[in-house]
């Protein structure tokens, strides 16, 4: 499940990358596709490396992605501004993910 959901974050990553580059209605609306394409891209590929040793890290990973690309992504199309107030959950969730995957090495 894990694999499928990275794989679907990554494929959405790369669209919205794209589109920011090619059709933004705005230079803020490409910024906005290009920071949450970066972050969620990255973050996929981060979960499918680790999912079979730290499947929760993984996961917390994938829905940190979702959320801060998916309120950029939003706020790039049009939808409301007060989204920026919600992008930095997901950027909680990314930095939990990590800090748990440490942790879980840690522990060995």
């Known amino acids: 499940m894990i694999a499928m ?5 990554a494929a959405l990553a790369v669209a919205a990358g794209a589109f ?16 949450g394409g970066m972050y969620q891209l990255v973050h996929a590929v981060a979960a499918l490396t680790i999912m079979n040793s730290a499947r929760g890290p993984a996961a917390l ?4 992605g979702a959320v801060f690309g998916g309120t950029l992504y939003i706020m790039a199309l049009g939808g409301p501004r007060w989204l920026g107030a919600v992008t930095p959950i ?3 969730l990314l930095i939990a993910g990590w800090l ?7 522990r060995g």
């Open 5 to 9: 959901l990275a794989a679907l974050s």
């Open 20 to 35: 920011g580059a090619h059709g933004a209605s705005s230079q803020q609306a490409a910024e906005w596709l290009r920071t």
């Open 61 to 64: 990973l994938l829905a940190g």
């Open 90 to 92: 997901g950027g909680s």
């Open 100 to 106: 748990w995957l440490g942790w879980t090495h840690l």
